[in-house]
């Protein structure tokens, strides 16, 4: 019998408010010593009163809008109820049947091939505080810092219209460009700012039915959830193949050991005993806010894609690369907001961007809003080569220089000599210089090798160190050698 997998994912992302969601304590908890930014509210004190974040329930409906949703013109909070260390008060203010933003979709691509996935609901909630485990002279203990409960976080629940490890992370990078270009989350999967839960089954191909899900948690990497996916999906294929019953749970990722491991079993809704938040009173949307929100939406990954293809003339390839994230797309926009945007200048910035400025940014495990260089300061580079003052090789060098210092191109390019030789004289004396120290590779190619022009232009770049143009000193070579 032939399976299929189906995989829904639930996003969780804290949103960058400046105040927690239910009081006024500072949200920026990640450099702040332990139970710092706490109040009697997030530490769930009896006889407290919370209160909304007016900011955090824009950026939901913003993202709600951006995800194709109906924002409900009626929504309420509710109790979730459960006895974890991480909520002390024992239950998590979240929303249940009446969220934000409903019945939504959104496009992906695997293998050239597009596909609609259904986006159920998108809803707001708080985050927990965060548990330390500590095995001190054999004697394990845990601590809790209060810090980061409260902290207004997102739930996008996902349709389970997924049916491979690969969609399930194009989905994910998808999802994590739109956040970044409302500019709603940091998307941060290392520090917990983005997170995601898989609910993965498998079925008999051409079954309606759905199997018995299993949740995968503690996945921080676009590749551990595509790696915890493709575990997941063989270990449950072998069980259903052997006839045996799977059952619904919640298992762990262990990427040092690429496997997941049942951690308890699976709760239902029932299970948390959802009642509506006596403390806060139900939202009322009228479409007066919706359209004020629909107006502020930025221009979203998709269609600026299609934008840059049709102004820039840039292949759909670039121009998926570059979008991915708002801040390179904006990156790339800015070097060609000053002087020339023509295709050939959009096309070399392209590859400069996607070609050593990744490069650098990845060595260096920066950022390009980090970055030392500016966009003018890129452009001015490209410029320099496309005119001849500089040769292709030495831009590269120039170029890592701009990056660790932040110093101009022209600067680098005159303390370092780089400048390109347009001195006659010096062409030739160079050229010369190499004929003679190369006779074989001269007899190869007036014995018909061409090939061996190749090696000679190698030559006058090392002997030059880069400071000829190579097609420039490739016609030397021919004229020289013969004898034209």
């Given amino acids: 019998m032939e399976f299929e997998t189906v995989i829904g994912l639930e996003v969780h992302a804290q949103l960058l408010t400046k105040s927690k969601m239910y009081c006024r304590c500072s949200a920026d908890y990640a450099n702040a010593l332990p139970n710092t930014h706490v109040c009697p509210i997030c530490l769930g004190m009896p006889g407290v009163l919370p209160t909304m974040n007016r900011q955090a329930i824009e950026y939901v409906m913003m993202t709600a809008l951006a995800l194709n949703c109906e924002v409900a013109s009626y929504s309420k909070f509710d109790r979730k109820n459960y006895p974890y260390p991480d909520l002390m008060k024992g239950y998590q203010i979240s929303q249940y049947d009446a969220p934000i933003g409903l019945k939504g979709w959104i496009n992906i691509q695997v ?45 996008i629940v996902g349709e389970p219209d997924l049916r491979s490890p690969e969609e399930a992370r194009q989905y994910l990078i998808k999802l994590h460009s739109i956040l970044q270009y409302l500019g709603v989350s940091t998307g941060n999967m290392e520090e917990g700012s983005f997170r995601c839960d898989a609910n993965i089954s498998v079925r008999p191909v051409d079954s309606a039915e759905f199997g018995h899900k299993v949740e995968v948690k503690n996945m921080n990497s676009f590749r551990a959830v595509f790696r915890a996916m493709e575990y997941e999906a063989r270990r449950q294929r072998i069980i259903a193949e052997e006839g045996k019953k799977l059952v619904q749970e919640t298992r762990g990722w262990v990427e040092e050991e690429g496997m997941t491991v049942s951690q308890r079993s699976k709760e239902y809704a029932h299970d948390y005993r959802y009642f509506p938040e006596p403390d806060l009173p139900p939202l009322n949307i009228d479409r007066a806010w919706v359209d004020f929100i629909r107006a502020r939406l930025p221009e979203l990954p998709e269609a600026r894609r299609e934008r840059l293809v049709s102004q820039y003339g840039l292949p759909l390839y670039d121009a998926n690369l570059l979008t991915e994230s708002r801040a390179i797309a904006e990156y790339f926009e800015g070097c060609l907001k000053l002087g020339d945007a023509s295709a050939t200048k959009a096309k070399l910035v392209s590859n400069w961007i996607l070609g050593e400025y990744m490069r650098l940014m990845k060595a260096s495990n920066t950022e390009i809003s980090d970055s030392k260089v500016s966009p003018q300061e890129l452009s001015r580079l490209i410029d320099l080569v496309q005119a ?82 190579a097609n420039q000193a490739q016609a030397w070579l021919i004229k020289k050698i013969e004898g034209k």
């Fill in 111 to 155: 293998e050239g091939v597009k596909k609609k996935v259904g986006i159920t609901r998108v809803h707001l909630e708080e985050d927990v505080a965060k548990m330390i485990h500590h095995n001190e002279g054999g004697e394990p203990h845990s601590l809790v810092d209060v810090n980061r409960a409260g902290v207004p976080l997102m739930e």
């Fill in 388 to 469: 001849g003052n500089i040769s292709g090789t030495s831009a590269k060098t120039v170029f890592e220089e701009m990056f660790n210092t932040g110093k101009p191109a022209d600067d680098i390019i005159k303390q370092k000599g780089l400048a390109q030789i347009t001195d006659t004289h010096e062409v030739e004396a160079v050229i010369e210089q190499v004929i003679g120290n190369n006779p074989q590779a001269v007899m190869d190619y007036r014995a018909g090798k061409t090939q061996s022009i190749k090696f000679l232009v190698g030559q006058v770049m090392k002997a030059s160190k880069g400071r000829i143009n």
